[in-house]
Nanobody
Framework: QVQLVESGGGSVQAGDSLRLSCAAS????????MGWFRQAPGKEREFVAA????????YYPDSVRGRFTISRDNAKNTVYLQMNSLKAEDTAVYYC????????????????WGQGTQVTVSS
C-alpha cells in the first residue's frame, strides 16, 4: 500500500515556475514507477510526466516537454514536478500516481493516486 500526498500548487502568472512535490509512504517507494497527471474542469485527465523506479528514464507529452521536469529522490520517498514557463492552459488539478512495473501514460494502469493539488496560471 502506498499513500501519496501532493504539495506545492498555487496561483501564478503566465511565465512563472512552480515545483510540485509528492511524498509517498511505505518502504517500497523505490520499486514504483511514478507519474503526474492533471485534470482541468470539464476535461479528461491528462498525462503530464512519468519516471522509472530508478529515475533513469522519463517521458513527457509534447504539451509539456521542454518546460516540465519530473525527478525523484528515493531516499526521501518523494517525486517532484518542476514546471517552468507556465501557461494558462496548464491550469488544472495535478495528481501524483504510482504503479508497479514500467512507466505508463495511461491513467488506468496506475495503482495509487494522491488527492491532487490545484495549479492556476493567470495570463
Amino acid at each position: 500500500q502506498v499513500q501519496l500526498v501532493e504539495s506545492g500548487g498555487g496561483s501564478v502568472q503566465a511565465g512563472d515556475s512552480l515545483r510540485l512535490s509528492c511524498a509517498a509512504s511505505g518502504r517500497t517507494f523505490s520499486t514504483y514507477s511514478m507519474g503526474w497527471f492533471r485534470q482541468a474542469p470539464g476535461k479528461e485527465r491528462e498525462f503530464v510526466a512519468a519516471i522509472s523506479w530508478s529515475g533513469d528514464s522519463t517521458y513527457y507529452p509534447d504539451s509539456v516537454r521542454g518546460r516540465f521536469t519530473i525527478s525523484r529522490d528515493n531516499a526521501k520517498n518523494t517525486v517532484y514536478l518542476q514546471m517552468n514557463s507556465l501557461k494558462a492552459e496548464d491550469t488544472a488539478v495535478y495528481y501524483c500516481t504510482a504503479r508497479r512495473g514500467t512507466m505508463s501514460t495511461i491513467s488506468t494502469r496506475y495503482d495509487y493516486w494522491g488527492q491532487g493539488t490545484q495549479v492556476t496560471v493567470s495570463s
